[in-house]
């Protein structure tokens, strides 16, 4: 029985030594035709979603070989990096990545960059150091995400204004213990620290983010207890933005919110005056200038000037107001950015 | 006759379930045979989640379950980078540190279970929540908006990215396709399957989880056992844990936070009882494996999340069957002869 199993495993063991790699490395052509690039989130989220008609407009537009939206990464690091693997090995020669924790992802861009690939990271920039002090530790080849400090502090002062410059303020997250939740939660201290005092933060709730469930019904304990004693609520995730939105609506609480991201019922709410504003951000402009610059660099038609750079991809406040033409907005400073790429940030050959 | 009481053996149809489905794939898209990107991360991760798997085995072996066997591997994986980063221990010192924090976790957990005889699944259950808090209470405190300790031992990377292919006798050199990560998984692999075939520990364990009552009439200290069982479990998740972070490249508080479900799916695919008494060492190997060439196979054919999950839960219900159909059919043959 155990000389069986050996002569399985033994078996096992020949068919991987003899396997030979059938695309060892990335061997881009010179034109953008020959790339095709991989756009991989941490896994699904509504967020990405905007990843693949940016990815599908840079492809109609430049020519790109093509790209592949996957989102099959779970929200687990070794799984995330299974489902890069999984597209390199189908002959996908260039990547967009969201990593799922900025501290590890260093190490897989640069497993990536080490066998030719082209590498950008988008939506979020590898931890453990300032970004824009040092570049130079970014092993991507550029970071192309929203400053979610900048945007966090945007909200908030604009729901601060709502507020009329004083009050209770709560403020809704992510991931504790992720990098970026930590600067939204310093970018809203910093605006009410800018109100000397007038504007108290109540709360800080992290960890909803998972699912629009847990987000709920943290929203509605929320209101349940302190609903009386808030003045206005500033969510800096997405599921607790739709939650917010969906729970000052049905309390008709004279609570003021700013939202984040373009969920339609946050875009409804902001139409019917149930909140004040969202702000926005820009996941079509990363999918498609993302796109063309990982074409650019894996075509070798352009280098970056400064290698890991990183680049705002830019954040807006919607309300009542403009609604209706954000996205016009959006789409002509993604315009913007791609210049700025092309004519400041990368040297191409001509 | 001889050829049956082969097919008998859940390992050997487990194994050659894998090939045929590893080879299937692979036909489908012969980008399956990539060895930089498939071959190579597929083992690479099979050896880790191969000692989680053994972590768990060593509970199943006496009918207990270990729901923090996850956060066992966080807390060894935070010791260790915590010892990396602020005293500046070598990659041994801080690995092994890391497996004693991984040590003590399974023996507190094993000695709350017989002093207090609430069930493990409950005390496990509780460990796990309380274990979530602690990890991430010291990475929010001591590391601030990294929450990580990102301090890159020499030989880190060595672990993670190099292959059998390192090591030449003379002009002859390994494979490849096989990750320096097995050494570690092989070595776990050996030494579980020596204390449950060899040891009287380990016969004492399998006694204990077959019957309870009996193992203690017949001498054996049964909670002395309890408590072994759940050191050597607290020690391999946090070997386990070691294995994730240097795969991954940093230690956060995410470590360990997607092994629990798949702990279970190695061993009870390779053979190992839930209820306890008779466990399969190489049978987690091989189990574990055979999940990972699922999911990696679906994935190389392009298939999105939905359909890759739902086609992952219908070819493991399929390959759990396996064992049960063999048994209907020989039960068949044997009431016709009859």
């Known amino acids: ?23 060892d490395s990335a061997d881009s052509g010179g034109e953008f035709g020959a790339i095709k690039v991989g756009l991989v989130p941490g896994g699904a989220h509504p ?36 489902a890069i693997d999984a597209l390199a090995a189908q002959g996908y020669n260039a990547f967009g990545v969201f990593g799922v924790s900025p501290t590890d992802i260093n190490t897989t861009f640069a497993g990536l960059k080490a066998k030719g690939f082209a590498v950008g990271s988008l939506a979020s920039c590898p931890g453990g150091y300032d970004i824009v002090k040092e570049p130079q530790k970014n092993s991507a080849d550029f970071c192309l995400s929203t400053d979610t400090g900048k945007a966090a502090y945007l909200a908030a002062t604009a729901v601060i204004k709502e507020m009329g410059g004083k009050g209770n303020l709560v403020h809704l997250t992510g991931n504790a213990v992720d990098a970026n939740t930590i600067r939204r939660m310093e970018g809203v201290k910093q605006a009410i620290a800018e109100t000397g005092g007038k504007v108290k933060l109540l709360t800080t709730i992290t960890d909803i983010d998972s699912d629009l469930q847990s987000a709920t019904k943290a929203v ?93 991809s830019g954040s807006f406040l919607v309300t009542k107001d403009n609604v209706d033409t954000y996205n016009d907005t959006r789409q002509a400073t993604s315009k913007e950015i791609l210049a700025a790429f092309q004519n400041e940030y990368m040297t191409c050959k001509s | 006759m001889k050829f049956k009481k082969i097919f008998n053996d859940q390992r050997v149809v487990l194994t050659l379930l894998t090939i045929a489905l590893f080879i299937f794939f692979g036909l489908r898209n012969y980008a399956f045979f990539n060895v930089d990107f498939v071959i190579y991360p597929l083992l690479r991760d099979g050896a880790t989640l191969t000692v989680i798997g053994l972590a768990q085995l060593c509970v199943l072996s006496i009918g207990h379950l270990n729901l923090a066997v996850g956060r066992m591997a966080a807390v060894s994986a935070l010791v260790a980078g915590a010892s990396y980063q602020y005293w500046g221990l070598t990659l041994v010192q801080g690995a092994i540190l890391g497996v004693l924090a991984g040590a003590l976790l399974g023996a507190i957990t094993g000695w709350i279970i017989v002093k207090s005889q609430v069930n493990a699944f409950i005390v496990t259950l509780a460990m796990d929540f309380a274990l979530l808090g602690l990890v991430t209470f010291i990475y929010v405190t001591f590391t601030g908006a990294t929450a990580a300790f990102t301090t890159k031992p020499a030989g880190m990377d060595y672990w993670r990215s190099k292959s059998l292919a390192d090591f030449c006798l003379g002009p002859i050199c390994g494979p490849k396709a096989l990750p320096m990560m097995l050494i570690p998984a092989i070595f776990c692999l050996i030494l579980v399957s020596f204390m449950f ?64 479900l798949p702990s279970f799916l190695g061993p009870v695919l390779g053979g190992t009882l839930l209820a306890g008494g008779a466990v399969a060492v190489l ?10 060439v699922i999911r990696q196979g679906l994935s190389v054919q392009g298939i999105g999340l939905e359909t890759l999950n739902i086609a992952l839960g219908l070819v493991l219900l399929l390959a759990l069957s396996v064992g049960q159909i063999q048994k209907m059919f020989t039960s068949t043959k044997l009431r016709e002869k009859k």
């Open chain 1, 1 to 23: 029985m155990k000389k069986s199993l050996i002569a399985s495993l033994a078996a096992v063991a020949l068919l991987l030594t003899g396997c030979s790699s059938s695309s």
């Open chain 1, 220 to 312: 509605t304990d929320l209101l349940a207890a302190k609903g009386k004693q808030i003045n206005g609520i500033v969510t800096t995730a997405y599921n607790p933005a739709v939650a917010a939105t969906d729970g000052v609506s049905s309390t008709k609480l004279p609570i003021k919110v700013i939202a984040i991201d373009d969920d339609q019922k946050i875009l409804d709410a902001i139409k019917s005056g149930v909140i004040s504003g969202t702000v926005v951000q820009n996941p079509w402009g990363q999918g498609y200038v993302g796109s063309w610059v990982l074409s650019a660099l894996g075509s070798k038609k352009c280098t970056m000037n400064t290698p890991g750079l990183y680049v705002d």
């Open chain 2, 283 to 292: 049978g987690t190997f091989i189990g574990t494996m055979m999940t990972l």
């Open chain 2, 197 to 260: 075939s060899k040891t009287r520990i380990g016969r004492e364990l399998l006694s204990t989880g077959s019957n309870l009552r009996a193992a203690k009439l017949s001498g054996i200290p049964v909670e002395n056992r309890v408590m072994t069982a759940h050191i050597f479990s607290g020690t391999l998740a946090g070997i386990g844990g070691l294995m994730l972070a240097y795969t991954n490249g940093s230690f956060t508080a995410a470590i360990g936070s997607q092994v629990m």
């Open chain 1, 47 to 82: 967020y990405f979603q905007p990843w693949k008609d940016g990815g599908a407009a840079a492809v109609a537009e430049f020519g790109i070989g093509g790209t592949e939206f996957n989102e099959t990464g779970e929200w687990d690091q070794t799984k995330h990096n299974a």
